[in-house]
């Protein structure tokens, strides 16, 4: 991956979008992909995929204020798209302000009410936060049972539910 984005620099130079996937890539493969995001952030700071290739770089750093920094761009360069929602919920999980997670999980699920992504993320939330699971937990396990019925995780979540209500 991290050849084919090398090539669509050299293509062109000014694709931001490419600079900042090889950044990705190179986190994947051990290495520093900052320089390749500064790059990208340099080349178009209002390209919502750039910010948040940013945002979990620095998440991956234990950064978690300057991901959701860069997740609160990209959600407000696409207040509609409820995965940069899900990524500000784990930014703000990371950060411990569970409150504002929650807020940005429920978001994600009132974005994307058929994305079983976004009643995953809530469902996850709320167990591994003890947060509410017997209202929220529970109801996001249902919903994501019904829209994910042949993803095993799905009744992991949903068994991790009901053995914390028992």
Request: hydrophobic fraction near 45%.
């Amino acid at each position: 991956a991290a050849e084919a984005f090398r090539r669509a620099i050299e293509a062109d130079p000014e694709y931001a979008e490419a600079w900042a996937w090889l950044g990705e890539a190179r986190q994947q493969t051990g290495g520093d992909g900052r320089p390749q995001l500064d790059k990208a952030l340099f080349l178009n700071p209002q390209s919502a995929s750039v910010q948040a290739l940013y945002g979990l770089y620095w998440l991956r750093q234990g950064q978690a204020e300057k991901a959701l920094a860069s997740y609160g761009k990209a959600a407000a360069l696409e207040p509609e798209n409820a995965a940069w929602q899900i990524a500000l919920g784990d930014a703000a999980s990371a950060a411990g302000k569970l409150s504002e997670a929650a807020g940005y999980y429920s978001r994600a699920v009132d974005l994307a009410p058929t994305d079983p992504a976004a009643w995953r993320a809530l469902a996850l939330f709320s167990l591994n936060h003890d947060t509410d699971v017997e209202n929220t937990g529970l109801v996001a396990a249902r919903q994501l049972l019904k829209l994910a019925p042949g993803d095993w995780l799905s009744y992991d979540i949903a068994g991790r539910a009901a053995v914390i209500l028992r």
